[in-house]
């Protein structure tokens, strides 16, 4: 069992940054790619971006690709997710999730699941 906590969503304006990050309760969180999805009220869960074990891999939605960045730190069990050049579409509840498939960008590859954090983009 791997536990997930995401951290860092919050109000910022179009244009601006945040971090979140995602910090897992277990050192076998290396074990696992991890994936940041996001839900949009009303909408279905969607891929943003996701991580292969080693850091080494990574993959994006088209629709953040140049804007977002995903990294691991393994020696803190934490994963994270750098936007920039945030847009009002991308307001939405951010997910962190635990999978075995690097870059699945199906929610149901993904074993573990944090309890999101909420981002907003003001226009």
């Known amino acids: 069992q791997v536990q997930l906590v995401e951290s860092g969503g919050g109000l910022v304006q179009a244009g601006g940054s945040l971090r979140l990050s995602c910090a897992a309760s277990r050192r076998t969180f290396s074990n696992y790619a991890m994936g940041w999805f996001r839900q949009a009220p009303g909408k279905e869960r969607e891929f943003v971006a996701g991580?292969?074990?080693?850091?080494?891999?990574?993959y994006y939605a088209d629709s953040v690709k140049g804007r977002f960045t995903i990294s691991r730190d393994n020696t803190k069990n934490t994963v994270y997710l750098q936007m920039n050049s945030l847009k009002p579409e991308d307001t939405a509840v951010f997910y962190c999730?635990?999978?075995?498939?690097?870059?699945?960008?199906?929610?149901?590859?993904?074993?573990?699941w944090g309890q999101g954090t909420q981002v907003t983009v003001s226009s």
């Open positions: 999730a635990a999978g075995r498939r690097p870059g699945a960008s199906s929610w149901r590859e993904y074993y573990y």
């Open positions: 991580l292969s074990w080693s850091g080494d891999s990574s």
